[in-house]
């Protein structure tokens, strides 16, 4: 099998095992496009709308739909943009704080269960950072 179609189907498995464990923790309605934005509000402080959407690499009413369920759902909230008096600021609440760090201890979970993984973790990050030009972004698969 080639080894870009075993990577794409591992990422599955992990990410359905990880969404499924989610669910059974009380977080049914998060999706990869949810979390790759809170992860994004969690490392960046906050984001504009229009950043989100050019990180996430979709429409700005696409990162709008994503925040307004997030804010529905407690993850996210709208707060005043600090330098600029015309942008909201969407900052991620102590939930959704807390459920990026959740899914870090279920991610590591998974990983122990093949201790192998460091081997093919190091080949994987030296062939990122030989071919890569050090920005190759995660964003959500539609």
Known sequence: MPLPLLLSMTFRLFTDRLHARLAEEGHPEIRPAHGYAISRLVVTDGQTAVDLAAYLG???QGAAHLTRELETWGYATR???PTDGRAQ???ATARGRALVARVA???AEEESRMPE???VR???RSYVDDNGDGRTPM???W
């Open 105 to 107: 201890e279920i991610w």
């Open 58 to 60: 979709v429409t700005k």
């Open 89 to 91: 600021l969407i900052v």
């Open 117 to 119: 993984l460091d081997t």
């Open 139 to 141: 964003r959500p698969v």
């Open 79 to 81: 707060t005043r943009h």
């Open 122 to 124: 190091a080949a994987l």
